[in-house]
Protein backbone atom coordinates (compact mmCIF):
# COMPACT_ATOMS: atom_id res chain seq x y z
CA UNK A 1 0.00 0.00 0.00
CA UNK A 2 1.45 3.73 -0.65
CA UNK A 3 1.31 6.43 1.50
CA UNK A 4 0.60 9.24 0.93
CA UNK A 5 3.51 12.15 1.76
CA UNK A 6 2.00 14.47 4.60
CA UNK A 7 2.26 17.93 3.36
CA UNK A 8 2.57 20.52 6.01
CA UNK A 9 1.18 23.74 5.77
CA UNK A 10 2.49 26.78 7.75
CA UNK A 11 0.01 29.16 9.16
CA UNK A 12 0.94 32.36 8.72
CA UNK A 13 1.06 34.93 11.80
CA UNK A 14 0.67 38.25 10.74
CA UNK A 15 3.54 40.74 12.13
CA UNK A 16 1.13 44.04 12.56
CA UNK A 17 -1.97 44.79 14.32
CA UNK A 18 -5.35 44.27 12.63
CA UNK A 19 -5.89 48.10 12.26
CA UNK A 20 -2.44 48.60 10.29
CA UNK A 21 -3.17 45.51 7.84
CA UNK A 22 -6.90 47.63 7.14
CA UNK A 23 -4.86 50.47 6.31
CA UNK A 24 -2.29 48.69 3.64
CA UNK A 25 -5.23 46.79 2.53
CA UNK A 26 -6.81 50.20 1.56
CA UNK A 27 -3.76 51.61 0.06
CA UNK A 28 -2.40 48.79 -1.77
CA UNK A 29 -4.29 49.46 -5.31
CA UNK A 30 -4.59 53.50 -4.42
CA UNK A 31 -1.01 54.47 -4.64
CA UNK A 32 -0.35 57.34 -7.93
CA UNK A 33 2.09 54.62 -9.70
CA UNK A 34 2.70 51.52 -10.05
CA UNK A 35 5.88 50.72 -8.80
CA UNK A 36 4.32 52.37 -5.06
CA UNK A 37 1.35 50.01 -5.50
CA UNK A 38 4.00 47.35 -5.50
CA UNK A 39 6.13 48.50 -2.79
CA UNK A 40 2.44 48.65 -0.49
CA UNK A 41 1.56 45.39 -1.65
CA UNK A 42 4.44 44.01 -0.52
CA UNK A 43 4.79 45.50 3.03
CA UNK A 44 1.20 43.87 3.20
CA UNK A 45 1.81 40.62 2.08
CA UNK A 46 4.90 40.46 4.57
CA UNK A 47 2.23 42.08 7.14
CA UNK A 48 0.03 39.32 7.04
CA UNK A 49 3.13 36.73 7.87
CA UNK A 50 4.81 35.65 4.03
CA UNK A 51 8.37 35.83 4.72
CA UNK A 52 10.41 38.38 2.88
CA UNK A 53 11.34 36.65 -0.21
CA UNK A 54 7.87 35.52 -0.44
CA UNK A 55 6.40 39.11 -0.37
CA UNK A 56 9.18 40.85 -2.91
CA UNK A 57 8.28 37.38 -5.39
CA UNK A 58 4.70 37.90 -4.74
CA UNK A 59 4.67 41.89 -5.46
CA UNK A 60 7.37 41.49 -8.08
CA UNK A 61 9.98 43.84 -6.03
CA UNK A 62 13.72 43.24 -5.04
CA UNK A 63 14.36 42.49 -1.22
CA UNK A 64 15.99 45.14 -0.56
CA UNK A 65 13.11 47.16 -1.81
CA UNK A 66 10.90 45.20 0.46
CA UNK A 67 13.43 45.74 3.21
CA UNK A 68 13.50 49.57 2.33
CA UNK A 69 9.67 49.80 2.34
CA UNK A 70 9.06 47.84 5.75
CA UNK A 71 11.74 49.96 7.71
CA UNK A 72 9.75 53.38 5.83
CA UNK A 73 6.57 51.90 7.22
CA UNK A 74 7.69 51.43 10.88
CA UNK A 75 9.00 54.54 11.42
CA UNK A 76 6.52 56.91 9.47
CA UNK A 77 3.38 55.10 8.53
CA UNK A 78 2.32 54.80 4.85
CA UNK A 79 3.10 57.91 4.70
CA UNK A 80 6.72 57.35 4.80
CA UNK A 81 6.51 54.60 2.62
CA UNK A 82 4.65 56.14 -0.48
CA UNK A 83 6.77 58.90 -0.65
CA UNK A 84 8.60 58.28 -4.22
CA UNK A 85 12.09 59.46 -4.24
CA UNK A 86 13.07 58.33 -8.10
CA UNK A 87 12.93 61.90 -10.19
CA UNK A 88 15.52 63.06 -12.93
CA UNK A 89 17.65 65.86 -13.31
CA UNK A 90 16.12 69.31 -13.81
CA UNK A 91 14.72 70.44 -16.93
CA UNK A 92 16.61 73.28 -18.79
CA UNK A 93 13.55 75.10 -19.33
CA UNK A 94 12.77 75.41 -15.82
CA UNK A 95 14.23 78.63 -15.06
CA UNK A 96 12.96 79.97 -18.18
CA UNK A 97 9.44 78.81 -17.63
CA UNK A 98 7.85 82.13 -16.96
CA UNK A 99 8.92 83.94 -19.60
CA UNK A 100 8.18 81.32 -21.98
CA UNK A 101 5.00 81.13 -20.54
CA UNK A 102 4.55 85.26 -21.19
CA UNK A 103 5.86 84.99 -24.69
CA UNK A 104 3.45 82.27 -25.68
CA UNK A 105 0.16 83.56 -24.34
CA UNK A 106 1.32 87.09 -26.48
CA UNK A 107 2.19 84.75 -29.88
CA UNK A 108 1.11 81.50 -29.12
CA UNK A 109 2.70 79.14 -31.54
CA UNK A 110 1.14 77.71 -34.78
CA UNK A 111 2.47 74.22 -34.19
CA UNK A 112 5.10 71.97 -32.27
CA UNK A 113 8.28 72.91 -34.50
CA UNK A 114 7.34 76.50 -34.41
CA UNK A 115 7.17 76.65 -30.68
CA UNK A 116 10.75 74.67 -31.05
CA UNK A 117 12.06 77.30 -32.60
CA UNK A 118 11.14 80.37 -30.44
CA UNK A 119 12.06 78.78 -27.36
CA UNK A 120 15.27 77.93 -28.73
CA UNK A 121 15.45 81.70 -29.75
CA UNK A 122 14.11 82.76 -26.03
CA UNK A 123 15.97 80.75 -24.33
CA UNK A 124 18.96 79.31 -26.56
CA UNK A 125 18.12 75.70 -25.26
CA UNK A 126 16.75 73.02 -27.86
CA UNK A 127 14.92 70.30 -27.25
CA UNK A 128 13.37 67.50 -29.74
CA UNK A 129 9.66 68.63 -30.56
CA UNK A 130 8.04 65.49 -28.40
CA UNK A 131 9.92 66.95 -25.45
CA UNK A 132 8.58 70.54 -26.43
CA UNK A 133 5.25 69.36 -26.59
CA UNK A 134 5.54 67.76 -23.30
CA UNK A 135 7.01 70.87 -21.58
CA UNK A 136 4.51 72.57 -22.98
CA UNK A 137 1.54 70.49 -21.51
CA UNK A 138 3.28 70.51 -18.09
CA UNK A 139 3.32 74.27 -17.87
CA UNK A 140 -0.38 74.17 -19.02
CA UNK A 141 -1.04 74.76 -22.35
CA UNK A 142 -2.69 72.83 -25.02
CA UNK A 143 -2.96 72.47 -28.75
CA UNK A 144 -5.20 75.04 -30.09
CA UNK A 145 -6.63 73.86 -33.27
CA UNK A 146 -7.06 77.09 -35.36
CA UNK A 147 -9.54 77.96 -38.46
CA UNK A 148 -9.81 80.30 -40.48
CA UNK A 149 -12.54 83.37 -40.16
CA UNK A 150 -15.03 83.34 -42.75
CA UNK A 151 -14.92 87.18 -44.42
CA UNK A 152 -17.77 89.45 -44.15
CA UNK A 153 -20.51 88.99 -47.11
CA UNK A 154 -20.58 92.54 -49.47
CA UNK A 155 -24.06 92.02 -50.84
CA UNK A 156 -23.45 94.31 -53.88
CA UNK A 157 -20.48 92.63 -54.79
CA UNK A 158 -22.23 89.43 -54.84
CA UNK A 159 -24.75 90.82 -57.01
CA UNK A 160 -22.18 92.21 -59.79
CA UNK A 161 -20.88 88.82 -59.47
CA UNK A 162 -23.88 87.11 -60.43
CA UNK A 163 -24.85 89.17 -63.15
CA UNK A 164 -21.26 88.85 -64.91
CA UNK A 165 -20.34 85.77 -64.23
CA UNK A 166 -23.06 83.90 -64.49
CA UNK A 167 -25.17 82.87 -67.77
CA UNK A 168 -28.54 81.49 -67.92
CA UNK A 169 -28.49 77.66 -69.10
CA UNK A 170 -29.79 77.13 -72.69
CA UNK A 171 -29.88 73.44 -72.88
CA UNK A 172 -32.54 71.71 -70.88
CA UNK A 173 -31.75 68.79 -69.00
CA UNK A 174 -31.88 65.46 -70.56
CA UNK A 175 -35.22 63.22 -69.86
CA UNK A 176 -34.66 60.12 -68.41
CA UNK A 177 -36.31 58.35 -71.91
CA UNK A 178 -33.75 59.90 -74.27
CA UNK A 179 -31.73 57.94 -75.85
CA UNK A 180 -27.98 58.23 -75.78
CA UNK A 181 -25.83 58.14 -79.11
CA UNK A 182 -22.54 56.04 -78.51
Known amino acids: MI ?11 PRYADAQLRQL ?29 QAAELANISRNTLYKSIDAFASGGI ?10 PPSALDPHVETIRAEFEARPPASVPQAVQ ?13 RIREFMHEIGMSVRRLSPIPGKADP ?10 WTPCSKKPP ?3 ATSTS
Open 3 to 13: QARKIRVRKLQ
Open 25 to 53: DEARFSQKTDVLNRRVNAVYFYGLGHTHC
Open 79 to 88: KAMTIDGRQG
Open 118 to 130: TIAAITGVALSNS
Open 156 to 165: QAQAAFKKTS
Open 175 to 177: TAN
